[in-house]
Nanobody, 120 residues
Framework: QVQLVESGGGLAQAGGSLRLSCAASRNIFAINTMGWYRQAPGKQRDLVAGITSSGRTNYADSVKGRFTISRDNAKNTVYLQMNSLKVEDTGVYYC??????????????WGQGTQVTVSS
């Protein structure tokens, strides 16, 4: 089974920065779309940023101009650079990816989640 392993979460002050990483832990054929989702207590899990295989990106309105998503296809890894952090960015961040496990099969996977806490 393919696993997505996240790292880089933690505690930051408002106005500070964090960089999240998510890497596929097993050998795969390729990764299509990748994205980062955020969930706060009592709220639904919403898309923060996404990136396609060709490098096209999209962002939630709340993070535009502050967060940057990128990918390294050779490492099967997606990154989320978070700058100018706000208290409302606090939550559990989940990596998601559509993965080509074979050249003919595309499957969706979720990471375990990593906590990001921003203090005022």
């Amino acid at each position: 089974q393919v696993q997505l392993v996240e790292s880089g979460g933690g505690l930051a002050q408002a106005g500070g920065s964090l960089r999240l990483s998510c890497a596929a832990s097993r050998n795969i054929f390729a990764i299509n779309t990748m994205g980062w989702y955020r969930q706060a207590p009592g709220k639904q899990r919403d898309l923060v940023a996404g990136i396609t295989s060709s490098g096209r990106t999209n962002y939630a309105d709340s993070v535009k101009g502050r967060f940057t998503i990128s990918r390294d296809n050779a490492k099967n890894t997606v990154y989320l650079q978070m700058n100018s952090l706000k208290v409302e960015d606090t939550g559990v961040y989940y990596c998601n990816a559509d993965v080509w496990t074979t050249p003919a099969k595309l499957s969706n996977y979720w990471g375990q989640g990593t906590q990001v806490t921003v203090s005022s």
